[in-house]
């Protein structure tokens, strides 16, 4: 069983930087792929970052691309979040996710593990 804790969401002004940390436990990850996911209220939920545990390879959704970058760090089993130039249409609760396979998607109902989520608002 994984566990993952998310921190450093809040209230920003459009155009602010936050970073989102993601603490994950209980297995080894060497063979996993991490997502950042994130849902509005009245949304489905979206992947915004994805990164492979093993070698580093990210991914992007298209809406973030060039200001949001998802970094880790192994030895520490973290994940970042970090978002520049934030919209007030990033406005929504962000959480990270495990999925147990290499191959990376950005699918939801390929992670099965989830943290809580940390509410990340951006006003205009």
């Known amino acids: 069983q994984v566990q993952l804790v998310e921190s450093g969401g809040g209230l920003v002004q459009a155009g602010d930087s936050l970073r989102l940390s993601c603490a994950a436990s209980g297995r080894t990850f060497s063979s996993f792929v991490m997502g950042w996911f994130r849902q509005a209220p009245g949304k489905e939920r979206e992947c915004v970052a994805v990164?492979?545990?093993?070698?580093?390879?990210?991914g992007y959704a298209d809406s973030v691309k060039g200001r949001f970058t998802i970094s880790r760090d192994n030895a520490k089993n973290m994940v970042y979040l970090q978002m520049n130039s934030l919209k007030p249409e990033d406005t929504a609760v962000y959480y990270c996710a495990v999925r147990p396979n290499a191959a990376m998607s950005y699918a939801a109902r390929n992670y099965d593990s989830w943290g809580q989520g940390t509410q990340v608002t951006a006003s205009s």
């Open positions: 990164i492979r545990w093993y070698d580093g390879t990210t």
